[in-house]
């Protein structure tokens, strides 16, 4: 990473008003969530079924057992704590820069960090609800469950606010995205390998001035961007 694509970054960010960030895992890869993709990511670890098969609904329904034993044990990190990107977001949220986060994240690391305006295309791990009588419960009340966690108060099944695979995404969400995405004079895409539909598609919204992309791996997107920085995000936002 030189200095001179930070330098770069640094004048562009200086010049906008109206930034939106767009993420994915990348960006807690270094709070030490692993993500789907990379080398070491979810994806290239071996399971009995693909991890798609086991965040699907289908699977949530027909396998609920085997659904929660995964996401309990992969997708669940009570103890990550934010870093550098989340930090550096959260604070050009505060000086009025940046108007809104974007993720495909259910991490909720971003509020964390102190971010307001946060978009959860996939929803949160933080969020669950009894598929019976709709009562709220966290996610230290999953993590401390035997097995499918059951309501304390009519005995249905839990399920996290998360969006598994053949699931929609709630519409206000995207309409918010949209409205961002469209009005930013800078999009940063941030830490997503840009595979994952409809939240991908997402950026086509973007007219603004400045597409900046900082992904570890090629993304579809890096020949369209204004600033493209191949790096570790947390690494990058630290030295803006
Ligand atoms: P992905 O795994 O498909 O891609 C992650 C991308 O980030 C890769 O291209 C990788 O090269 C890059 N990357 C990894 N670490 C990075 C870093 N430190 N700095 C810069 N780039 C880095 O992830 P995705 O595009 O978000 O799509 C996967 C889906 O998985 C999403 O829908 C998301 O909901 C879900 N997911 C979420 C979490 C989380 O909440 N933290 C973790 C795993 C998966």
């Known amino acids: ?19 939106v960030f767009f993420g994915g895992a990348g960006v807690s890869t ?24 086991m ?13 929660f034993e995964f996401y309990k044990d992969k997708m669940l990190f009570p103890d990550a704590e934010p870093n550098a990107a989340h930090k550096k977001l959260a604070e050009l949220e505060k000086e009025g820069k940046l108007k809104a986060i974007v993720t495909q994240n259910i991490d909720g690391l971003h509020q964390k960090a102190g971010s307001k305006e946060v978009l959860e295309l996939h929803g949160s791990v933080h969020r669950n609800y ?4 709709h009562k709220f419960f966290d996610l230290d009340y999953v993590i401390k469950s035997d097995g499918v966690p059951k309501c304390d108060d009519c005995g249905g099944i839990i399920k996290p606010d998360v969006v598994l695979y053949e699931e929609g995404l709630d519409s206000s969400i ?62 990058v936002f630290s030295r803006l």
């Open 1 to 19: 990473m030189d200095s001179e694509v930070i330098e770069k970054f640094k004048n562009a960010v200086d010049d906008s008003n109206y930034i």
């Open 30 to 53: 270094e709070s030490g969530i692993p993500d789907f993709r990379s080398t070491d990511g979810l994806y290239n670890q071996k399971y009995k079924y693909p991890p798609e098969t």
């Open 55 to 67: 965040v699907s609904h289908t699977f949530y329904v027909q396998r609920t057992e085997e659904f």
């Open 130 to 133: 009894c598929t019976k009588c």
């Open 174 to 235: 995207i309409a918010r995205t949209i409205d961002h995405i469209s009005h930013a004079d800078m999009l940063i895409i941030g830490g997503t390998s840009l595979v994952v539909y409809p939240a991908a598609g997402l950026i086509d919204y973007f007219k603004g001035k400045y597409l900046v992309v900082i992904n570890m791996a090629p993304t579809p997107r890096d020949k369209n961007a204004d600033i493209l920085i191949n790096g570790k995000i947390g690494e």
